[in-house]
């Protein structure tokens, strides 16, 4: 069965530093991987996804990841953070090909600190 | 391209109460999914519906059920509530599958309290 794990509940790191979330997914099948953001009050929007079409995934508002298969990671990157980063972010796996059933990490409230 | 609407955003019922929440997908999605989302047990996945059919199903209690109509709107309900259904409830649609797999848009959630 698919899982993912997001190690570090909260990182905290200062304006203009890099950013590193990281993801390991577990799963018996080439994954289907994805990171979503959410802000206070608001729903999940979507990052970036891995879908096997290359390895160094760029995504939304200056953020990539890499999909490693040798370490089972998905690592979150920015190079430079900014005050308006600062909210939760999920790693997900789909569940399955072709459904909606994406399996969430627990989350990783990311602090940005002037 | 108007986003995924829910509503309402908010609602306190009583335990033992019964709720409908409703979701409006992207115009052109034809998929819905429902999660659930509370700071112990996180985003867990409740169940998808496409064209009208439940077509996945989460580890939930038959107290949580849902359909979807027609135009793809899709409503969830929970009867009996208890204390531990608070929570924040997203809905997510789903573009056809080509060039997008597991892509999902959500909306902004229905905060669900009990009392």
């Known amino acids: 069965a698919q899982s993912v794990t997001q190690l570090g509940s909260h990182v905290s790191v200062s304006e203009g530093a890099l950013v590193l979330l990281r993801c390991n997914y577990s799963s018996s099948v080439p994954p289907y991987l994805f990171w979503y953001v959410q802000y206070p009050n608001q729903g999940l929007q979507l990052l970036l996804k891995y879908t096997s079409a290359a390895t160094l995934v760029k995504g939304i508002n200056g953020f990539e990841a890499e999909f490693k298969k040798s370490e089972t990671s998905f690592h979150l990157t920015k190079p430079s953070a900014h005050m308006s980063d600062a909210a939760e972010y999920f790693c997900a796996v789909l569940g399955s090909s072709n459904t909606g059933k994406l399996i969430f990490g627990q989350g990783t409230t990311l602090q940005v600190k002037p | 391209k108007a986003g995924v609407t829910q509503t309402p955003r908010y609602l306190i019922k009583t335990r033992g109460q019964q709720v409908t929440l409703s979701c409006s997908p992207i115009s052109g999605h034809r998929s819905v999914s429902w999660y659930q989302q509370t700071p112990g047990q996180g985003l867990q996945f409740l169940f998808e519906?496409?064209?009208?059919?439940?077509?996945n199903k989460g580890n939930f209690p038959g107290r949580f059920s849902g359909r979807q109509f027609s135009n793809s709107r899709s409503e969830m309900n929970v009867s009996t509530l208890e204390l531990g259904d608070s929570a924040l409830y997203l809905c997510?649609?789903?573009?056809?599958?080509?060039?997008?797999?597991?892509?999902?848009?959500f909306g902004p959630g229905t905060r669900l309290t009990v009392t």
């Open positions: 519906y496409f064209s009208e059919t439940q077509r």
């Open positions: 997510a649609s789903r573009p056809p599958p080509a060039r997008t797999e597991g892509e999902q848009y």
